[in-house]
């Protein structure tokens, strides 16, 4: 197995031993305090949501003897941003008397499985690329790398429609329909900035 790839495999085993550790602790936690706990299901999903990353890794690492896995360097770095999320939320939950920063790391981790998602499924869809290989040679990444714009005023733009779209639950909803509708016109701008003038590809 490639020395790139066989980290997910070891990675699915810290998710397995994870979710197992949490499964068991919520079993405890209804055998001991039972229905006076009203934390437990939260640590069951936790552990349930550790193995099923766990399994997806080991696939994941499994399949790298069958054929190359790309965005390997991506991959990882999501991978222990889950773990990590997944390690801290149940003990925070119980552990804590305040809801607000359990519901922040619950929609932290749910944008990260998001991020996380979307790389298996480019990975799965594109080749390995150079830097997915330790054996892979300098002159393997040459080339053009893409298109990188040298200026843009849009971006600012945006984000003033987006400050205006934001001011209208408090001066009043009329300016929410303005600042959507100039922030449609400023999305379109930025996105076809580039079809002309000096700078069109």
Do not use: N
Request: with cysteine; glycine share 10%.
């Amino acid at each position: 197995m490639d020395a790139l790839k066989k980290p997910l495999v070891q990675e699915s085993a810290w998710f397995g031993v994870l979710g197992v550790g949490y499964i068991v602790w919520s079993l405890v936690m209804w055998l001991v305090l039972g229905t006076e706990m009203t934390k437990w299901p939260a640590v069951l999903a936790a552990g349930l949501s550790s193995l099923a990353l766990g399994l997806t890794f080991l696939g994941l690492g499994l399949k790298s003897d069958g054929g190359p896995l790309a965005l390997l360097a991506e991959l990882r770095i999501f991978v222990v941003l889950e773990l990590f999320f997944l390690a801290v939320i149940p003990v925070y939950w119980v552990l804590s008397l305040e809801i607000t920063g359990s519901v922040a790391l619950v929609l932290t981790f749910g944008l990260s499985t998001m991020l996380l998602a979307y790389l298996l499924v480019t990975a799965l869809k594109h080749d390995e690329r150079p830097e997915d290989r330790l054996e892979a040679d300098i002159v393997e990444g040459a080339g053009e790398l893409g298109f990188f714009p040298p200026r843009s005023a849009w971006p600012v733009v945006c984000a003033v429609m987006l400050m205006i779209t934001l001011l209208g639950p408090v001066f009043g909803w009329w300016l929410t329909i303005l600042g959507m509708g100039l922030g449609l016109w400023a999305i379109a701008g930025w996105v076809y900035q580039y079809y002309k003038g000096d700078y069109a590809h």
